[in-house]
């Protein structure tokens, strides 16, 4: 696991990336999830899914998990002033009307995103939390909350 600080107008972040690979011209970071169910259109036959073929077989990534490797990426550039190549590496249960299926799915992030995009939505996350129902779920700060919500309806 990889952490720096980085701080922008108000904004102090420590993020935590799980693989970081540094030279003097690129550096490239890996978020490492295991997905128990996803939908696919068809069982592939590889055991290695690129985005291309996440795309080809109707595999719906959560988008929150995409998210977070947009904002990585977005804070390795203005941290290390270098291009980042993102990615999220993916242990899924694939299930599909034949059946289901375990496999890898390495699916590259692209980001155009800004540093001022990043704090707009830690303004908007500092206002009205939780952003996503299921941020309860994993959230550290659940006994002290007031927003907090059991509800177990949103880890579909």
């Known amino acids: 696991e990889y952490t720096f600080k980085?701080?922008?107008?108000?904004?102090?972040?420590?993020?935590?990336?799980?693989?970081?690979?540094?030279?003097?011209?690129q550096i490239f970071s890996i978020e490492l999830k295991a997905i128990k169910q996803l939908k696919s259109n068809a069982l592939p036959?590889?055991?290695?899914?690129?985005?291309?073929?996440?795309?080809?077989?109707?595999?719906?990534?959560p988008g929150r998990y995409v998210k977070q490797v947009m904002f990585q990426k977005t804070l390795l550039e203005a941290r290390?002033?270098?291009?980042?190549?993102?990615?999220?590496?993916?242990?899924?249960?694939?299930?599909?009307e034949k059946g289901s299926k375990r496999t890898?799915?390495?699916y590259e992030v692209d980001s155009n995103l800004t540093l001022e995009d990043i704090y707009t939505h830690?303004?908007?996350?500092?206002?009205?939390?939780?952003?996503?129902?299921?941020?309860?779920y994993y959230c550290p700060y659940q006994a002290v909350c007031k927003n907090y919500n059991d509800d177990e309806d949103h880890l579909g």
């Open 6 to 25: 980085i701080e922008y107008k108000d904004m102090k972040l420590q993020p935590h990336i799980d693989i970081v690979i540094k030279d003097k011209q």
């Open 45 to 61: 036959q590889s055991d290695i899914l690129s985005n291309q073929e996440v795309m080809d077989y109707g595999i719906e990534l």
């Open 80 to 96: 290390f002033k270098v291009p980042v190549k993102s990615a999220l590496f993916i242990l899924a249960h694939l299930i599909s």
């Open 104 to 106: 890898f799915i390495y």
């Open 122 to 136: 830690y303004c908007r996350w500092l206002t009205r939390f939780p952003l996503e129902p299921q941020e309860c």
